[in-house]
């Protein structure tokens, strides 16, 4: 599967953006999605995960609360809701995909797929 994330931007803190991820193939239903986020210098981070049918979400602590992700499976497209925006939610948004079973999976190197990434920038 191939996936182009877009909705990336300049923004002030406190606004919002929301962030898509378009994937091809037939099969996007069977894969679980995920949000990682990297800024300059630091690791890439896990942001937020979905569940196949989109019922089961789960986020890293310091978006929850303000980070909703969302899937249309009929588009083949996932989402990333993000409000409340901070400085230190600015970097390069990943959008990511694997196979098997949902559960909470952090680490970068369980996942099959991935997208070259948007750009967020947020000033204070």
């Known amino acids: 599967v191939q996936l182009v994330e877009s909705g990336g931007g300049l923004v002030q803190a406190g606004d919002s953006l929301r962030l898509s991820c378009a994937a091809s193939?037939?099969?996007?239903?069977?894969?679980?999605m995920a949000w990682f986020r990297q800024a300059p210098g630091k690791e890439r981070d896990f942001v937020s995960t979905i569940s196949w049918s989109g019922a089961s979400t789960y986020y890293a602590d310091s978006v929850k609360g303000r980070f909703t992700i969302s899937r249309d499976n009929a588009k083949n497209t996932v989402y990333l809701e993000m409000n409340s925006l901070k400085p230190e939610d600015a970097a390069i948004y990943y959008c990511a995909a694997r196979t098997g079973s949902y559960r909470i999976v952090f680490s970068t190197s369980e996942y099959n797929y991935w997208g070259h990434g948007t750009q967020v920038t947020v000033s204070s």
């Open positions: 193939g037939r099969t996007f239903s069977r894969y679980i």
